[in-house]
């Protein structure tokens, strides 16, 4: 089905109308949607262009509305006992179709607006969104066969062009005629250098951090982006961001060079510079490339470009490497121990199993690798004693689970179990010392474990008895 937004009996009375539509032909002055990327099947009209309107008219048949993208609620970092941490899904999406469910303390998606850019899933850091086809395990094979192929046949320092197989491929064709032209020659222009591999994508933003890395432990010595005016504006921003972190990583380890940069093309007289900008020496890629394969599980992806990266650093030059505060999915976390009571809340809200304690004494622990720098910890603490520090630590420790901070456990005064810490129990008693309901043995019970102020209760003669009416 479809409908015409628009009447031909302006006299008619007004009725109120609900259905759904495959096709929807907007003609009104102000369009229905007005964010970047419009629905699937939806088109405003603006009376001019032909072209648009003869595209539209061509959706005869019958079509499957994809859906783009799979969701994992448990690796969500998005919220936890009512506090908002990672938005960064949200915050660019172009389509408007994800959105904050308050009430499930998760994101929830429309499939119907949906465009498949894929972009949520680059920026997620905890890998909970996915794209769900093409798979990030395809593009991965695809990037590893063509970097391998190019490698075998004798070549060398190649560079990954990514770029859209709509416009993006448009403006690549438009430079390798504009090279052809006597006029091209004039001003200059060589077209793609033969070290350069362009590769095709649904949308450029539906890769990131994790195949980005991935390329040039394969063996590519840059990864580059080709944006046109197809892509939302915060796509630019938040792809920029995630090639920040990855050059930091990659000029951390020693490797030499530029490894990363978005290319903008708008119209033809932007060829000229894309063509300058593809004739740049190639940066420093690892001597030994790499052999795994891309993951569905785009963390364990980004661990594997990791090492083979770090066990082939030409020179590191510390054991950590500071990284960009923006963007970044990985870190650490800076604990002020005279704040923390150890109450444990954070090891609650850590939506990836960073954090930890241990059953055995009052401890809290940390494993680094874990970390998607999400704040939903640092949210959660009622001390205000937790803080993220985005960095890449290159020592063992960063697999391992860590001591953060530990403290003397409370004994219970009646049985000599510990059931908490000394310095948690002391605060609590400072704080209801005075409080008319905590005085006397009730103040004393808070100092006794779970079991032993039941008993104490029940065994204390001046205690209020509550009998059970017999049936």
């Known amino acids: 089905m479809c409908q015409v937004a628009g009447a031909i009996d302006f006299n008619r009375v007004a009725s109120s109308q609900s259905n759904t539509y495959d096709l929807v032909l907007d003609l009104r002055a102000t369009p229905a949607f007005t964010q970047h990327a419009k629905p699937q099947g939806y088109l405003h009209w603006d009376g ?29 970092a998005h919220s936890r006992n009512e506090k908002e941490g990672c938005t960064a899904c949200i915050d660019v999406c172009s389509a ?76 690549l064709g ?28 649904w949308h450029t933003s539906s890769t990131g951090l994790e195949l980005w890395l991935t390329a040039i432990a394969y063996g590519a010595s840059q990864v580059w982006l080709l944006l046109t005016d197809e892509e939302a504006p915060q796509y630019a921003t938040a792809l920029r961001e995630q090639m920040a972190v990855a050059q930091a990583i990659l000029s951390g380890l020693g490797y030499a060079g530029e490894h990363f940069k978005l290319l903008h093309v708008r119209d033809a007289r932007d060829l000229a510079e894309l ?18 394969a891309v993951q569905a599980d785009k963390r364990v992806t980004l661990e594997l470009a990791l090492d ?45 199993g960073a954090l930890g304690d241990n059953a055995q004494a009052p401890q809290l622990r940390l494993i680094e690798k874990n970390c998607v720098q999400c704040g939903l910890c640092v949210k959660t603490c009622p001390e205000k004693a937790l803080s993220l520090l985005s960095q890449l630590n290159l020592t063992a420790q960063r697999k391992e689970a860590v001591l953060l901070h530990e403290m003397q456990p409370y004994a219970c005064v009646r049985c000599g179990k510990p059931f908490g810490t000394l310095k948690g129990i002391e605060a609590m008693l400072g704080k209801l010392a005075g409080h008319s309901m905590f005085q006397g043995a009730a103040l004393e019970r808070l100092k006794m474990c779970g079991d032993c102020r039941v008993i104490d209760i029940y065994s204390a003669d001046n205690e209020i008895k509550i009998n059970s009416i017999p049936s």
């Open 48 to 76: 001019r262009d032909i072209k648009a309107l003869l595209a539209w008219r061509e959706l005869v048949g019958e079509f499957e509305k994809p859906k783009f993208f799979s969701y994992k609620q448990k690796l969500c």
């Open 96 to 171: 408007s179709a994800i959105s904050s469910d308050k009430h499930r303390q998760q994101i929830k998606i429309n499939p119907n607006l949906c465009v498949g850019c894929g972009t949520c899933s680059t920026v997620c850091p905890s890998g909970a969104i996915a794209y769900a086809y093409p798979r990030a395990s395809d593009q991965g094979v695809k990037i590893k066969t063509l970097l391998s192929t190019y490698l075998r046949s004798g070549g060398k320092q190649p560079s990954l062009l990514l770029h859209s197989q709509g416009r993006g491929a448009q403006w």
């Open 174 to 201: 438009e430079l390798g005629r504009a090279a052809q032209l006597e006029k091209g020659q004039k001003d200059g222009i060589h077209g793609v250098p033969a070290r350069v591999l362009p590769l095709a994508l």
């Open 275 to 292: 063509d300058r900008a593809l004739q740049v020496a190639p940066a420093q890629a690892p001597l030994r490339h790499a052999s795994f």
């Open 308 to 352: 083979h990266l770090i066990s082939h650093a030409p020179q590191p030059r510390a054991e950590r490497i500071a990284l960009p505060a923006t963007g970044s999915p990985l870190g650490t976390l800076a604990l002020n121990k005279d704040a923390c009571t150890l109450c444990l809340s954070c090891v609650n809200a850590c939506p990836v």
